[in-house]
């Protein structure tokens, strides 16, 4: 296989264009109001609950005289209406779409990935913000079954953390909500934009989460056997 070189990139990337789709929703409205702050004009593409939740964010700042309301607040997106296609019900398949990865690992500047975004009305995302579903925590607990299990074994979040913390050299990748007054000192302190060595230290830290959920899956699944199935499932 042979792979294209990138040999040159912006060190400073602005933030225009934000990707949220998370399962701890308890501090998004620390996160929305200081992108509003920070990003004036930005849009947020987001999925099911987190869109529900940062629409009454928004509805909030635009309803306050302050300084979130005078500015260019942040234009919300339905990954949906982006994409085209329905979630599926459940959430089983809501950010798993060609038109989300290619905005996620375009690279500035190959004219064949500008051409493929042009031709599906694509646009590149500068920000990932994605938490995973609770794995480690239901793992620990007695009461969870084989099959509650089954269902926090997240699919789209790391696999679009992944695709973010790949393209570190122009996408931001959040995987926890602490990093979020991280990102806003950042973007405040360069006009709204972020640096490649910020870029990076996100990269290896969704690496690194990414990491954990999955070796939790692999120990949990390993260790159960039939009987614990058994306790599930009608097996037929």
Known sequence: MAFNRVERIADLVPLRRALVSVYDKTR?????????????????????????????????????????????????????????????????VKTLDWKIYLGLLAETGNESHEADLARLGAVPFDLVVGDLYPFEAAAQDPIQDAEALRQRIDIGGPAMLRAAAKNFLRVVSLSSPAQYGELVSE????????????????????????????CAIAERLGRMDRAELAASYELV
Do not use: H, M, W
């Open 28 to 92: 998004l409205k620390e996160l929305v109001r200081g992108l509003a702050r920070a990003a004036p004009g930005l849009e947020i593409y987001s999925t099911g609950g987190s869109y529900a939740a940062i629409a009454e964010i928004l509805a909030a700042c635009a309803r306050e005289s302050t300084s979130d309301a005078d500015r260019a607040l942040p234009r919300l997106i339905a990954i949906s209406a982006y994409t085209g296609q329905a979630e599926v019900a459940g959430g089983l």
């Open 187 to 214: 973007l405040a302190a360069r006009n709204g934009a972020t640096t490649l060595e910020f870029r990076l230290s996100c990269a290896a830290k969704a690496f690194e989460r990414v990491s954990r959920f999955d």
